[in-house]
């Protein structure tokens, strides 16, 4: 096929796909448009915006707004690509099958690195809430407190794990939407809290450099694009919209969902590394004060909101694997001991690697920016060609020194504390 023939394509009128997709919708539960848009941004609001402040202090005050807006820009717009590129031409759909067997195991591993970053961010807040519980109650005892410090990430792991057990074994979608709107309201009073501490008695901005150091800026590039992983769970969520086309409307899901997002992490990223400067923790929400019991309860709120919220994320690779085991795991108990597997290794993978802030990093880097920014590319490369081939350049030199600085900086750290 030649250019002419894919752009021929792309002029289509695209009413006969979205009435192949309706049909394909008819014998499935599926989503209102309220429902959508409630999944969709709580998938997208998650433990990476929590670390965008650590991203603008890599990449420089001004210079994280430039490349927050660009990548999130970009990011949507090969999404709307992908969406309209969901029913292909014939001469593709050959290759339909190795193409869909790769995508998912991308998909798969990608969600997989999302899930450990939550275990490790839940973990991280309730570390400080526990050890200023056991302070409380015996300040005294230095030791304890210190025996807190070292191991109670480890151990809150395990101790989180039969609750996302719990909230993980749901498998209706429509109480997966009621679960998620719980979680948006829990992250949004955190999130308004959060929000009034760091806006208020602002040190002057003049303090912090506009752009920081090339060496730092691939961990900002990693963090700001897992910041946006939730993109990943649009084609799933759009599959079970009933309204297709009121979902990529110019004022539809798609479109309401990324502009309310981006004005939040603008504002986060902006207003956090502003008011913590140079000392800016792996997530902002560690920076806020240990002895105020509003504070104190701000991270337990945020942290079980992302606990509430893990079933959404933990959805996509679990039904990917039902669809391809269902003869296997045709009973509600089977499938719950799969997931209790599935969720022991992820734990498992998250205490590798308990540092939030390189995690996040890496993961953005490595797995996040293959599936969101090049992929989707490579599939229109034929219809504009300088275009995409400048996407999947960014994406790749993104990809590379993203996960490259990610993966020093981690062994750098494990040294430092071997010493």
Not at 175 to 196: C, D, E, P, V
Not at 346 to 368: D, N, R
Request: charged share 15%; hydrophobic share 50%; aromatic share 12%.
């Amino acid at each position: 096929m030649s250019r002419s023939d894919c752009s021929g394509y792309r002029q289509a009128d695209f009413g006969d796909i979205f009435e192949t997709l309706s049909d394909l919708r008819r014998n499935q539960v599926l989503f209102s448009e309220t429902e959508a848009l409630m999944n969709l941004v709580k998938a997208l609001i998650g433990t990476g915006m929590m670390s965008l402040p650590f991203a603008f202090h890599c990449a420089g005050l001004w210079t994280g707004i430039g490349l927050l807006l660009f990548t999130v820009f970009l990011t949507a717009t090969i999404t709307f690509v992908s969406l309209c590129c969901e029913i292909g031409p014939a001469w593709l759909k050959r290759h339909s099958n190795t193409a869909k067997i790769f995508i998912i195991i991308e998909l798969c591993v990608t969600q997989l690195g999302i899930c450990c970053v939550y275990f490790v961010f839940i973990a991280e807040n309730t570390k400080q809430v526990f050890l200023q519980f056991f302070l409380l109650l015996i300040n005294s005892l230095h030791r304890l407190s210190k025996a807190v410090v070292s191991y109670t990430i480890e151990t809150i792991m395990f101790l989180i794990l039969p609750f996302i057990l719990i909230v993980c074994s749901i498998r209706k979608l429509r109480y997966l939407a009621f679960i998620a709107g719980i979680a948006n309201i829990m992250f949004l009073i955190a999130f308004g809290l959060t929000l009034q501490y760091i806006m208020r008695d602002l040190p002057p901005i003049s303090r912090l450099p506009a752009f920081n150091s090339f060496s730092t800026l691939p961990l900002a590039f990693g963090t700001i694009v897992f910041s946006f992983e939730g993109i990943n769970l649009v084609l799933p969520i759009e599959n079970r919209s009933r309204n297709p086309r009121r979902f990529i409307a110019p004022v539809g899901t798609l479109n309401i969902a990324c502009l309310f997002v981006l004005v939040i992490y603008i504002v986060i990223g902006f207003f956090g590394y502003a008011k913590f400067g140079f000392d800016i923790k792996d997530s902002v929400t560690l920076n806020l004060p240990s002895n105020e019991p509003l504070y104190q309860a701000v991270k337990g709120i945020i942290a079980a909101s992302i606990c509430l919220s893990y079933p959404v994320q933990f959805f996509v690779p679990m039904e990917l694997l039902i669809i391809r085991l269902k003869q296997h795991f045709d009973k509600d108990w089977r499938w719950f001991w799969l997931a209790e597997y599935a969720l022991t290794c992820k734990i498992s993978l998250a205490e590798l690697v308990p540092h939030l802030a390189l995690f996040v990093s890496l993961v953005g880097a490595l797995t996040c920016s293959s599936l969101a920014l090049l992929f989707p590319p490579i599939m229109e490369l034929l219809i504009e060609l300088t275009k995409n081939i400048l996407i999947c350049l960014f994406g790749t030199i993104g990809c590379i020194s993203g996960s490259y600085v990610s993966i020093c900086q981690i062994v750098a750290a494990f040294r430092q504390e071997a010493k």
